[in-house]
């Protein structure tokens, strides 16, 4: 435990929320009783632990996060086990890439031990409400805002690290159903020397429009291209992209553009682990379509926190429509998710170390000052 957190205070709600069903969770809609809140000022540094009933934040009107985007994120899920337990999933991960972002866009690095700990600690105060019907999970958001009131360009000297909780369901409604994709090749994600590798808001709302063109299409997701000849694969949508091709695993490199994706990483050291080729490199829509003209385009498929793994069944590219393993998910996909799903869920045993119980915590709840509402 950090020593920061030896001062948590936790106010507990007196109104606790209903409970939703978890047979009809959707994603991103319900929220737990409490939050997680830390404060920064610059000269004084990360301050003031607490886990607070959910509610609105109190922002001036001239908060800098409101007008500069100075802001970051992190996903990650918490899982109810087979044995009753509750646990993390790379956890660790989530607090290093964090800190990348914030050293992106001038966000002062947060303490990664204090990062983890705040996360089991309101975990464990809404443990309740950890849903535990196949397929659903407790969705975990921290993120970090320019709290500053200034109406200048430059890095805030105050934020607010806050973590909010949402218990979920699949993140698309067709579950493991294969997706239907648009290659966009007039608007980009990401660009070298940008922002793509980044946790940040502003690198969704630049997605928002190719999203509408694809959804307008009959599209549910868009693949983005690179932002420099607009021939390169890069993502799908949010996630990571994989194409299987002759045999052969491959998948963008990490240079700049591409976002570092836990679930990435796992499908990476997995297949490795298996002896499954792998390979990391560049590689552009015209060789994707090349191997499917060969017959040697046996699956797509990406991945990320919120779906884990999502197969592709189509992709559309200048009217060009190409259907992938007829439209049905693959045996590399359906496994890897069966393997992820199974870690996370504790049916499998973990052994690359990547999970942790929310009791394992250097926090005792019980020292914390507590106030009753």
Not at 289 to 308: C, N, R, W
Request: aromatic share 10%; net charge negative.
């Amino acid at each position: 435990m950090t020593d920061l957190l030896a001062d948590l205070k936790i106010t507990k709600t007196q109104a606790p929320k209903p409970k939703p069903d978890p047979k009809t969770l959707g994603f991103g809609e319900v929220f737990t009783d409490h939050m997680f809140l830390l404060d920064y000022d610059a000269g004084r540094g990360w301050h003031d632990p607490r886990i607070v009933p959910y509610g609105p934040l109190a922002l001036d009107p001239a908060a800098a996060v409101l007008h500069y985007a100075q802001e970051m994120f992190e996903g990650l899920k918490t899982y109810q086990t087979v044995d009753g337990g509750v646990q993390l999933f790379r956890v660790d991960m989530n607090a290093k890439r964090t800190n990348v972002t914030n050293d992106r866009i001038c966000i002062p690095p947060i303490d990664e031990g204090l990062y983890v700990d705040a996360i089991k600690a309101l975990v464990r105060i809404d443990k309740d409400w950890v849903p535990d019907y196949p397929g659903t999970s407790l969705y975990i958001r921290p993120f970090i805002i320019a709290t500053e009131p200034f109406l200048g360009v430059r890095p805030s000297h105050a934020y607010q690290f806050i973590i909010i909780l949402s218990p979920v369901g699949p993140y698309y409604k067709e579950g493991l159903a294969p997706t239907r994709i648009f290659v966009e090749d007039e608007y980009v994600r990401a660009a070298q020397g940008g922002t793509g590798y980044s946790k940040i808001g502003g690198n969704y709302a630049m997605g928002l429009k190719s999203q509408e063109k694809a959804h307008a299409k009959g599209f549910s997701q868009v693949l983005w291209l690179d932002g420099s000849e607009r021939k390169y694969v890069e993502e799908i949508g949010t996630s990571n992209a994989f194409f299987v091709m002759d045999g052969t695993v491959y998948t963008a490199p990490l240079e700049g553009t591409i976002l570092p994706g836990i679930t990435r990483d796992s499908v990476l050291t997995i297949l490795r682990d298996r002896g499954i080729p792998v390979r990391e490199e560049r590689f552009t829509i015209g060789d994707v379509y090349a191997a499917a003209d060969a017959g040697k385009l046996s699956e797509v498929f990406a991945s990320g926190t919120a779906a884990v793994i999502s197969p592709v069944g189509e992709m559309l590219w200048k009217d060009r429509s190409i259907i992938i393993n007829g439209g049905e998910i693959g045996p590399l996909a359906q496994d890897l998710y069966d393997t992820i799903t199974g870690i996370q869920s504790g049916r499998l045993e973990d052994k690359f170390g990547w999970t942790v119980r929310i009791e394992d915590c250097g926090l005792r709840i019980e020292n914390c000052l507590v106030i009753e509402e």
